[in-house]
């Protein structure tokens, strides 16, 4: 299967842990490909993240890429910063319309 663009974000992550905001809601999305940019980043998609990490949150530096798939996890998805610089995350959404 072939997927498309089907949506696009910039989200700042501060820190209070934020999701995604701007989820498309037509078509069928599959994953989002996510650029960090700014600032290291913390991510989980199963538990609330903590600068820290203690709840075993992931750590994602500038000019990394990752991918979130299914909508499960799309939902779920949270980020938080790990220093005091907030990071800026580039996402881009895939799917089909």
């Not at 980043?41 to 990752?66: D, M, Q, W």
């Not at 949270?78 to 089909?96: D, E, M, N, P």
Request: proline letters at 4%; hydrophobic letters at 40%.
């Amino acid at each position: 299967m072939i997927y498309e663009s089907i949506g696009d974000e910039k989200l700042t992550v501060a820190g209070t842990a934020v999701g995604f905001a701007a989820i498309p809601t037509t078509g069928v999305l599959y994953y989002a490909l996510v650029s960090v940019e700014t600032a290291p980043v913390r991510i989980n998609a199963f538990a609330t993240p903590t600068a820290g990490g203690a709840e075993g949150s992931i750590l994602k530096y500038p000019g990394e890429s990752f991918k979130v798939w299914g909508s499960k996890d799309i939902d779920s998805f949270k980020a938080i910063r790990q220093t005091t610089t907030s990071g800026v995350l580039q996402i881009l959404y895939f799917g089909t319309k």
